[in-house]
């Protein structure tokens, strides 16, 4: 009989073999996803991005929202994009927005997501990221309002 607490040799190596496998499965999805993402934050310049803001609150958060869902990328980099966006008069909603959903919403990652989550998870799960990028940089603005 075998001991429960004990880790078999060959139990170890098969499972590392299967983890490897499912690695190398994925790893072109992922290569390619990085590829993407630093395509898309390179050719969309900032003066762009500066220039489809407006005034309205919501479109400004939707707008921020969207773009920072197709630019995902570390979360790092969504703040000194936000800082460059503030000081070139960016809405602070629409830089809420565009750094909440820069570091939820994976649709670059989504092909990955998909294949390792599944596609309809990873869609609900995209979809109420972006959402949520809205409502909460209007309502964290709509609160720094109360106390400024």
């Known amino acids: 009989m075998k001991n429960q607490s004990t880790f078999d040799r060959e139990d170890l190596i098969v499972a590392f073999k299967k983890a490897l496998n499912a690695f190398i499965g994925v790893l072109p999805v992922i290569i390619g996803m990085i590829l993407l993402t630093g395509l898309i934050t390179k050719y969309i310049p900032t003066e762009k991005m500066v220039s489809l803001f407006g005034s309205n609150t919501w479109l400004d958060a939707f707008i ?85």
């Open 64 to 148: 921020g929202a969207a773009f920072g869902g197709v630019s995902a990328g570390h979360p790092l980099t969504s703040y000194v994009l936000g800082g460059e966006l503030l000081a070139q008069g960016v809405s602070l909603v629409a830089v809420t927005a565009l750094i909440v959903s820069w570091v939820t919403v994976g649709s670059i990652q989504l092909p990955a997501e998909a294949l390792m989550l599944g596609k309809r998870f990873a869609l609900y799960r995209n979809l109420l990221s972006f959402l949520f990028a809205i409502i909460i940089a209007v309502l964290t603005v709509s609160t720094l309002g109360w106390f400024a």
